[in-house]
């Protein structure tokens, strides 16, 4: 229950920072929530892979280190998109900062949830 608690706080800090950035009066542009895209999008291939790899092989698995690259590849692109945006002055820089605070917070979150509820313990979720 801590565990659940803890990662839903977690979430609600990531999100406050990326609305932060987005809807202070100083800031004022939107263009940070195409982050929310990734947040959506990285946690797809891991748990496509932890369905179809069975975990009791020991060597490493082409289709689990494929699912990693491809989150990576998610989590940097979101780390990227609003240091691009501010290059390019869609948004300011104070707004970058606290849009990359929000990913900080997101992705330790996700991770945290893969760690906590990952195993095959009788409350997961595989079972959903």
Same mark, same amino acid.
């Given at each position: 229950?801590?565990a659940l608690i803890?990662?839903?706080?977690?979430?609600?800090?990531?999100?406050m920072?990326?609305m932060l950035?987005?809807a202070?009066?100083?800031?004022?542009r939107?263009?940070?929530l195409f982050?929310l895209?990734?947040y959506?999008?990285?946690?797809i291939p891991y748990?496509?892979?932890?369905r /179809?790899v069975?975990?009791t092989?020991?060597?490493? %698995?082409?289709c689990k280190? /494929?699912a990693?690259?491809?989150t990576?590849?998610?989590v940097v692109?979101?780390f990227?998109?609003?240091?691009?945006?501010?290059r390019?002055e869609?948004i300011?820089w104070?707004a970058?900062?606290?849009v990359?605070t929000?990913?900080?917070?997101?992705?330790?979150t996700i991770l945290?949830?893969? /760690?906590?509820?990952?195993s %095959?313990?009788?409350?997961?979720?595989?079972?959903?």
């Amino acid at each position: 229950v801590v565990a659940l608690i803890s990662l839903s706080f977690g979430g609600a800090v990531g999100l406050m920072f990326l609305m932060l950035g987005c809807a202070l009066p100083q800031y004022n542009r939107y263009w940070p929530l195409f982050v929310l895209f990734f947040y959506i999008l990285s946690p797809i291939p891991y748990c496509i892979a932890r369905r /179809l790899v069975d975990d009791t092989d020991a060597t490493s %698995n082409a289709c689990k280190e /494929l699912a990693i690259f491809l989150t990576t590849g998610i989590v940097v692109s979101a780390f990227g998109l609003p240091i691009v945006f501010a290059r390019a002055e869609l948004i300011y820089w104070g707004a970058c900062a606290l849009v990359l605070t929000g990913n900080t917070v997101i992705f330790a979150t996700i991770l945290g949830f893969f /760690l906590v509820f990952g195993s %095959n313990d009788d409350f997961s979720w595989q079972q959903w």
